[in-house]
């Protein structure tokens, strides 16, 4: 098989396993961030932007099918997650399909059926990424290719303001609450209240500057979205706009 460039991350307390299965990696194209514990593990997995994740069942701080629970249904991470066992039970199985994990492999494992499992995770969600351009008036994003455009320019976010310019783009026209972006970004550990804020900052001036309309808008009390409206539509609320209509 001809190397593969994808960016993955290993969380695995046995360090020596790690270290053999992150060396394997390397040599096969791709790159690899460690976590040791589960704790670290998610924040890593919330705060980056990885093609897989190989996650160990059991971890200290955190358990791996913990892990995938919250990175699935707080932080809304879809990232491929193969989960590395030693039980080989039906049960357990189930329980982590149903939980959001996309396959499974069985300790002691051979490097070359990793890798293969690896390419078939990583290539399922790349097509699937794909097919979902988001688009909003002259602003579009490929996840596939994580390339963001605003007309004829191409923009540089940084992994965090991606995160957040995907739930709004997501979710245009409409408001966004404060606390839904915050779950989804960081899930119960929410940072101080100036963090979301300044990324908003950041991510308006990517977006906004040099053109004639803003995108990038905060609604009073309400949230923020993304979306081609006038100044003044934009400071008004949803339910607001809605009984005006």
Known sequence: MDPISATVLV??????????????????????????????????????????IILDGQLPRMDGLDVVRRLRRDARVATPIIMTTARDTLNDKLTGLRD????????????????ARLRAVIRRNRKELARE???VGDLTFDPAC??????????????????????????SPKVVSRRDIEREIWGEHVPDSDTLRSHLYNLRKVIDRGFDMPLVHTVQSAGY???????SQASEPEADRSAAA
């Not at 994580?146 to 979710?171: C, W, Y």
């Open 11 to 52: 969380i695995e307390d046995d360090a020596r396993l790690a270290e053999v299965v992150g060396g394997y990696l390397e040599t096969r194209g791709m790159e690899v961030d460690y976590a040791a514990d589960g704790m670290e593990g998610y924040r890593l997995a919330v705060e980056n932007r990885y093609d897989a």
């Open 100 to 115: 959001g994990v996309d396959d499974y492999l069985t300790k002691p494992f051979a490097a070359q059926e990793l890798e």
């Open 133 to 135: 351009v988001l688009k």
């Open 146 to 171: 994580h390339r963001v455009r605003r007309g004829s320019r191409e923009l540089e976010l940084s992994p965090l303001s991606t995160k957040l310019l995907t739930i709004l783009m997501r979710e």
């Open 225 to 231: 979205r993304i979306a081609e409206i006038s100044q």
